[in-house]
């Protein structure tokens, strides 16, 4: 028994991944795809495959599976598919196009991801991720995303955190939107075609599996209130990251974890939960009434200099504080990446400086990014045209113009590197359960560089799962099964019993009570820092939150019909679980790297102090029943090409 203090967790068996091939990396995912299996194009029209989510990665999933020739059944929550949360990423996509000739290459963008990634990461899925990064480019150009241009109408780059060298695209500061759009584009052909069938304003409430495969989900349609079963001969989940188990993130409101949790709960393992990425642009909170966070792109980074007052306590405005006077403590501690470092560098330290009394706005909570050196090199018209949308919007939410003051930006929780397990092929611990996007592991390590989450979830959707799926699937078409197979109304019956309960409690506190308690916990304990007696606290009292929920929550209205606090209530559910297996894994790995900063494992200088001897591993963990110590089980990460270093940005 581990940390057997609280009983918190069992060591198991060990899990290794064994679909990367060995031999030279270069060549692993060209030889992966020729020793897969395939699957004919007649066959292709017998089989139907379930993608939940229609972001960047579930988007691109369910247009190419389509146009293959498969029949996908697409499941979204929101009331169109172009609404996913992927049409909030901002700054960029990175690829190993060098462009610019400034010494990138596949081999490079390879090295920064793993090095960002603090030496947590697979290198096969890290180095795959890199050379299908360039072919993500040409995709998306066919589709017409408008990326920006340089005057002689070539593609234009920028710099990002965490990289020397200008590789990442963007399309002004509305990238994320202008891919979705693209992949949205290509999944609505297929709608049209007939190939995929669009189940909008419907969620996913169980995973359905029979004789050891995934085979289906249980959905309500969130209109109408009905529940049903859904099947198919594999399973996608793209159902995003877990953010808004801090309840304040710059997630959207309705991102949520249920489709992953109902997956592990049901055997799906659950890899580096503790890992999240706090992103270093946010505007700072304004007041307890706020229900969610925005998020600054990073790409301001590249021309906005990051600064506090040298002296603690310092009220006066930022343009009555003279130059000599000013820290440009990005510059000043990280010479050689300046303010371009990663992002758990850069929250961090400003973290540091606002703990010395040195931060600025309500409630010393923040610091300034002053554009005023850009506006002076390069010319307002020049800045507008790079960041005007984003200038725009600062000025909406604050009220201040960013081209007179400096923007004020604070930390916030923005992504989340853990998700389920998935080996080289994406498949998850359940056969047939494939797990794509920000809702897998797999190539972030301990911390997300900047602009690699499109990256990650394009290619994952338009390259990699259309290759893997297919040796799985090869092996089907599998046994028709119907509503009325007894794996099938079990899980529509756990649906039923669980909404029922929900709306039998009457008790005397919101949903939204419970959550913004369980996220002032987690963000007090287990958010930029963590020790271990705030996580112990933390789990002390998620378990007690967890068991007062289930006692005192309130959820007016019916389960038939819309019912938007019944859709929240099952999410917070889930949540409540999520935290303590976060909390758990946290305090379990007493190391720091990258998001995961231990208070107890820092560097004389106050950086991240990894321990490769007793962690250089994926913990990925088992569900073994509601408030019983989960199972860990270990994958080792072997590190042939990138060998693990200290992380120095000086």
Same mark, same amino acid.
């Given at each position: 028994?581990?940390?057997?203090?609280?009983?918190?967790?069992?060591?198991?068996?060990?899990?290794?991944?064994?679909?990367?091939?060995?031999?030279?990396?270069?060549?692993?995912?060209?030889?992966?795809?020729?020793?897969?299996?395939?699957?004919?194009?007649?066959?292709?029209?017998?089989?139907?495959?379930?993608?939940?989510?229609?972001? /960047?990665?579930?988007?691109?999933?369910?247009?190419? /599976?389509?146009?293959?020739?498969?029949?996908?059944?697409?499941?979204?929550?929101?009331?169109?598919?172009?609404?996913?949360?992927?049409?909030?990423?901002?700054?960029?996509?990175?690829?190993? !196009?060098?462009?610019?000739?400034?010494?990138?290459?596949?081999?490079?963008?390879?090295?920064?991801?793993?090095?960002?990634?603090?030496?947590?990461?697979?290198?096969?899925?890290?180095?795959?991720?890199?050379?299908?990064?360039?072919?993500?480019?040409?995709?998306?150009?066919?589709?017409?995303?408008?990326?920006?241009?340089?005057?002689?109408?070539?593609?234009?780059?920028?710099?990002?955190?965490?990289?020397?060298?200008?590789?990442?695209?963007?399309?002004?500061?509305?990238?994320?939107?202008?891919?979705?759009?693209?992949?949205?584009?290509?999944? $609505?052909?297929?709608?049209?075609?007939?190939?995929?069938?669009?189940?909008?304003?419907?969620?996913?409430?169980?995973?359905?599996?029979?004789?050891?495969?995934?085979?289906?989900?249980?959905?309500?349609?969130?209109?109408?209130?009905?529940?049903?079963?859904?099947?198919?001969?594999?399973?996608?989940?793209?159902?995003?990251?877990?953010?808004?188990?801090?309840?304040?993130?710059?997630?959207?409101?309705?991102?949520?974890?249920?489709?992953?949790?109902?997956?592990?709960? !049901?055997?799906?393992?659950?890899?580096?939960?503790?890992?999240?990425?706090?992103?270093?642009?946010?505007?700072?909170?304004?007041?307890?009434?706020?229900?969610?966070?925005?998020?600054?792109?990073?790409?301001?980074?590249?021309?906005?200099?990051?600064?506090?007052?040298? !002296?603690?306590?310092?009220?006066?405005?930022?343009?009555?504080?003279?130059?000599?006077?000013?820290?440009?403590?990005?510059?000043?501690?990280?010479?050689?990446?300046?303010?371009?470092?990663?992002?758990?560098?850069?929250?961090?330290?400003?973290?540091?400086?606002?703990?010395?009394?040195?931060?600025?706005?309500?409630?010393?909570?923040?610091?300034?990014?002053?554009?005023?050196?850009?506006?002076?090199?390069?010319?307002?018209?020049?800045?507008?045209?790079?960041?005007?949308?984003?200038?725009?919007?600062?000025?909406?939410?604050?009220?201040?113009?960013?081209?007179?003051?400096?923007?004020?930006?604070?930390?916030?929780?923005?992504?989340?590197?853990?998700?389920?397990?998935?080996?080289?092929?994406?498949?998850?611990?359940?056969?047939?359960?494939?797990?794509?996007? $920000?809702?897998?592991?797999?190539?972030?390590?301990?911390?997300?560089?900047?602009?690699?989450?499109?990256?990650?979830?394009?290619?994952?959707?338009?390259?990699?799962?259309?290759?893997?799926?297919?040796?799985?699937?090869?092996?089907?078409?599998?046994?028709?099964?119907?509503?009325?197979?007894?794996?099938?109304?079990?899980?529509?019956?756990?649906?039923?019993?669980?909404?029922?309960?929900?709306?039998?409690?009457?008790?005397?506190?919101?949903?939204?009570?419970?959550?913004?308690?369980?996220?002032?916990?987690?963000?007090?304990?287990?958010?930029?820092?963590?020790?271990?007696?705030?996580?112990?606290?933390?789990?002390?009292?998620?378990?007690?939150?967890?068991?007062?929920?289930?006692?005192?929550?309130?959820?007016?209205?019916?389960?038939?019909?819309?019912?938007?606090?019944?859709?929240?209530?099952?999410?917070?559910?889930?949540?409540?679980? /999520?935290?303590?297996?976060?909390?758990?894994?946290?305090?379990?790995?007493?190391?720091?790297?990258?998001?995961?900063?231990?208070?107890?494992?820092?560097?004389?200088?106050?950086?991240?102090?990894?321990?490769?001897?007793?962690?250089?591993?994926?913990?990925?963990?088992?569900?073994?029943?509601?408030?019983?110590?989960?199972?860990?089980? !270990?994958?080792? /990460?072997?590190?042939?090409?990138?060998?693990?270093?200290?992380?120095?940005?000086?």
């Amino acid at each position: 028994m581990g940390n057997d203090q609280i009983g918190n967790y069992i060591v198991g068996e060990p899990i290794a991944e064994t679909k990367a091939p060995d031999g030279p990396i270069e060549t692993r995912w060209e030889r992966r795809r020729f020793s897969g299996k395939l699957v004919n194009p007649a066959n292709k029209r017998k089989m139907t495959v379930i993608v939940v989510g229609t972001g /960047l990665a579930g988007a691109s999933a369910g247009a190419t /599976l389509a146009e293959l020739g498969y029949h996908v059944k697409s499941y979204c929550y929101q009331d169109s598919p172009r609404r996913a949360h992927s049409i909030a990423a901002q700054g960029g996509i990175n690829a190993a !196009k060098n462009y610019r000739n400034d010494g990138d290459s596949v081999y490079r963008l390879f090295y920064d991801t793993v090095k960002g990634g603090d030496f947590r990461s697979r290198e096969s899925n890290v180095y795959r991720l890199a050379e299908v990064s360039v072919n993500i480019i040409d995709q998306a150009v066919a589709q017409g995303v408008p990326f920006a241009r340089e005057y002689g109408g070539l593609l234009d780059t920028r710099s990002f955190g965490g990289t020397q060298v200008s590789r990442t695209f963007y399309a002004r500061g509305q990238t994320g939107q202008q891919l979705l759009l693209g992949a949205y584009q290509a999944l $609505e052909r297929q709608i049209a075609a007939g190939n995929v069938e669009m189940n909008a304003r419907h969620e996913m409430l169980e995973l359905i599996i029979v004789d050891g495969r995934a085979r289906g989900i249980v959905v309500r349609d969130l209109v109408t209130g009905e529940i049903t079963t859904e099947f198919a001969d594999a399973v996608v989940l793209a159902s995003g990251g877990y953010g808004n188990v801090f309840f304040l993130s710059t997630n959207a409101k309705g991102c949520n974890v249920t489709a992953s949790w109902r997956a592990h709960r !049901k055997g799906a393992l659950f890899a580096n939960p503790c890992y999240t990425q706090i992103h270093p642009t946010c505007i700072p909170q304004s007041g307890d009434h706020q229900s969610k966070l925005t998020l600054m792109s990073e790409s301001l980074r590249n021309d906005g200099r990051v600064w506090v007052p040298k !002296k603690a306590g310092d009220k006066r405005a930022p343009g009555d504080i003279p130059e000599d006077e000013r820290d440009y403590y990005l510059e000043r501690i990280y010479p050689s990446f300046g303010n371009l470092v990663p992002r758990d560098i850069a929250s961090r330290a400003a973290k540091n400086v606002c703990d010395e009394g040195r931060g600025v706005g309500p409630g010393g909570l923040g610091v300034y990014l002053d554009f005023a050196d850009a506006i002076k090199r390069l010319g307002r018209p020049a800045v507008e045209a790079k960041y005007g949308n984003l200038f725009d919007m600062y000025q909406r939410i604050t009220g201040e113009d960013p081209y007179e003051v400096p923007m004020r930006i604070y930390p916030a929780v923005h992504y989340t590197m853990g998700g389920l397990w998935v080996d080289y092929d994406l498949q998850s611990t359940i056969p047939g359960l494939f797990v794509i996007g $920000e809702a897998n592991f797999s190539d972030h390590g301990a911390n997300r560089l900047g602009a690699s989450a499109l990256m990650q979830g394009l290619a994952d959707g338009y390259f990699v799962l259309p290759n893997t799926i297919n040796e799985y699937l090869a092996a089907g078409p599998f046994p028709k099964v119907d509503g009325q197979h007894p794996a099938a109304v079990e899980a529509r019956t756990q649906v039923e019993d669980r909404l029922q309960r929900l709306l039998s409690i009457n008790g005397d506190r919101t949903v939204d009570s419970f959550h913004r308690e369980l996220g002032h916990i987690m963000w007090e304990y287990c958010g930029m820092e963590r020790t271990d007696a705030g996580l112990r606290k933390a789990i002390e009292l998620i378990r007690g939150l967890r068991e007062e929920y289930w006692r005192r929550v309130k959820v007016s209205g019916a389960g038939e019909g819309l019912n938007q606090a019944l859709e929240r209530a099952g999410r917070v559910a889930d949540f409540l679980e /999520l935290a303590e297996l976060m909390c758990i894994d946290a305090l379990h790995r007493t190391e720091s790297c990258g998001g995961h900063f231990r208070a107890e494992s820092q560097t004389p200088d106050g950086e991240a102090q990894r321990d490769d001897e007793n962690f250089s591993y994926v913990a990925a963990w088992e569900f073994t029943g509601a408030g019983q110590p989960p199972v860990l089980h !270990k994958e080792d /990460l072997n590190f042939e090409y990138v060998h693990p270093t200290q992380r120095s940005y000086k």
